[in-house]
């Protein structure tokens, strides 16, 4: 008798509200694969990459990591590397689900966008977004049925994430007004570390004008099927093709419920969470495909943010998992002397 | 007999997760971490509101930090339950 074979693998991508400081830090200059994505990264980023790379790095940087210019190009790029290295292992992920950024950072893992290219989509897309209204995210322990009647005043339901973890976005004052609202009525909140209204109408305005960027770089059919958040399917051609799909990404809602019910409807996988902290990991563990233990979830990094020996701990540990459920990894080794700063773009 | 068990838990952390997630949690996840359980910060502290609310305490906000696992919500619970002047029935 043959042993039962193991399900495949399925990256989860986290966006906006998993950012910490020094994110996946004690991996750069370690890992070698993600090194050198991170620097091809800050180097496609121009000028840019510079500060992005120090606040990045740094224990008080000088714009805050809640900062749209700090938080969405930098989960960006620690997805991706993130990616880029389960990749180097010889894994071969049957499909890949990314939460708003996220989803752009998986779009280029499968080759719809090249690095280049994305990166600069993503810099257009955070300095129109950094001219926008000041807002907020709600996270509300409910669905997304309980709170429609709450919503009021420009504030939406701008994520769902699990069927009783929504998210509302909004302007400050408007979202805040709901939240009193919410909380009156009984209801569990929390503020979302996000200081812009994403998935919101109120980026409605910031977000003309990206589509003519999207259509001006090359989209290729994707190597690996994309989950999208957007459409809880499988990336087609057509959305692809339309550049306001991927313009509108910042205002449209995120259906990451749905569109995880719909990659685990496709069969059991191992999900393996390429991004900071575990916040799609428990989000995931909460399906009845992982409950019941048919498919399974791993965490690249650490749940809190920690010292940089906690990152890298994390990984031995994440590999050793995804080995052990019979996924054959080899690991780049790492040079005793890796320079800090490689020259070259993968 | 202690006043809160682990099953009181199970059955409040049913009414967090909904239907759709058909939470089914077996005695040895009593002994797991909420994270492994799927359970973050926001879900746990709506359980923890929903104790509150139907158990008529007020529970100590280092709960949601320190009490990683359902038996030491539990035994968090009875505690500040024992030293509770007259808990109230639970309101279902």
């Not at chain 2, 305490?57 to 359902?70: I, Q, R, Y």
């Amino acid at each position: 008798m043959t042993p039962a074979p193991s399900p495949p693998v399925a990256l989860l991508l986290p966006g906006q509200g998993s950012q910490h400081q020094r994110m996946a830090a004690g991996l750069y200059g370690h890992e070698p694969v993600f090194t050198a994505a991170m620097d091809a990264f800050f180097d496609a980023a121009g000028p840019e990459g510079v500060a992005l790379r120090e606040d990045w790095l740094a224990e008080r940087p000088v714009t805050e990591l809640d900062h749209v210019t700090r938080s969405q190009p930098l989960l960006f790029a620690v997805d991706h590397a993130l990616g880029k290295l389960v990749l180097s292992w010889g894994v071969r992920p049957a499909a890949l689900l990314g939460h708003s950024i996220g989803e752009l950072a998986a779009a280029v893992l499968a080759g719809v966008f090249g690095l280049r290219d994305a990166t600069g989509l993503v810099l257009d897309r955070v300095r129109r977004l950094a001219g926008a209204p000041p807002g907020g995210m709600l996270a509300v322990a409910a669905s997304r049925a309980e709170v429609t009647p709450y919503l009021s005043g420009d504030v939406v339901v701008g994520a769902v994430n699990a069927p009783r973890q929504t998210v509302l976005a909004g302007p400050d004052g408007p979202l805040d007004k709901v939240g009193r609202t919410l909380r009156e009525a009984g209801f569990v909140c929390r503020r979302v570390p996000s200081l812009s209204a994403f998935h919101s109408p109120v980026l409605e305005p910031a977000c003309r004008g990206a589509a003519e960027r999207f259509a001006a770089v090359d989209r290729r059919v994707p190597s690996l099927p994309v989950h999208s958040a957007y459409t809880a399917a499988p990336l087609t051609r057509s959305d692809i093709d339309d550049v306001s799909f991927w313009a509108r990404q910042p205002v449209a809602p995120v259906l990451f419920w749905p569109a995880l019910e719909g990659l685990l409807a496709t069969g059991d996988h191992l999900l393996v969470e390429v991004g900071p902290g575990q916040g799609l990991s428990q989000v995931a563990r909460r399906h009845p495909a992982v409950r019941r233990g048919t498919s399974a979830v791993v965490s690249l990094l650490p749940a809190r943010p920690g010292p940089p020996e906690a990152d890298r701990a994390a990984v031995d540990a994440a590999v050793a998992r995804v080995a052990a459920a019979g996924h054959p990894i080899v690991r780049t080794p790492v040079p005793h002397d890796l320079p800090q700063r490689p020259a070259t773009a993968v | 007999m202690s006043a809160f068990t682990v099953e009181d838990l199970f059955r409040i952390m049913r009414e967090c997760a909904g239907e759709e997630e058909a939470a089914d949690l077996s005695s040895a996840a009593a002994e797991q971490e909420f994270a492994l359980l799927g359970y973050d910060s926001l879900a746990l502290m709506e359980a923890i509101s929903r104790v509150e609310r139907g158990y008529g305490v007020e529970l100590p906000e280092e709960l949601l930090g320190e009490a990683l696992t359902p038996a030491a919500f539990v035994d968090a619970v009875n505690a500040v339950l024992a030293g509770h002047p007259a808990p109230l029935e639970a309101a279902g």
